[in-house]
């Protein structure tokens, strides 16, 4: 069973970076694509970047793009979220997605990110 940590959330003011790093480990799979979402307070979880296995295709959420850049290392079994220019309405958990060749899903335990004003 593959198991996926995130790290790198934290608290920042506006205009802000943060690098958010997500470790693969135990997979016996192929992967098909990694990615990002986030889940505000009372708000569902949303999709915000997927990176493919090569990383030759990339797609982001509109409200971050040219902001945000996804990013993957096969060699360390990780995939990153660099967010720059950082905006409150940023602030949510940001969990990792591993998906197989069957698309199922394999899901971090997700890391803080607050964006203050």
């Known amino acids: 069973q593959v198991q996926l940590v995130e790290s790198g959330g934290g608290s920042v003011q506006a205009g802000g970076s943060l690098r958010l790093s997500c470790a693969a480990s135990?997979?016996?799979?192929?992967?098909?694509?990694m990615g990002w979402f986030r889940q505000a307070p009372g708000k569902e979880r949303e999709f915000v970047a997927v990176i493919s296995w090569s990383g030759g295709n990339t797609y982001y959420k509109d409200s971050v793009k040219g902001r945000f850049t996804i990013s993957r290392d096969n060699a360390k079994n990780t995939v990153y979220l660099q967010m720059n220019s950082l905006k409150p309405e940023d602030t949510a958990v940001y969990y990792c997605r591993d998906r197989d060749y069957d698309l199922n899903d394999y899901w971090g335990q997700g890391t803080q990110v607050t964006v203050s004003s």
């Open positions: 135990g997979r016996t799979f192929s992967s098909y694509d």
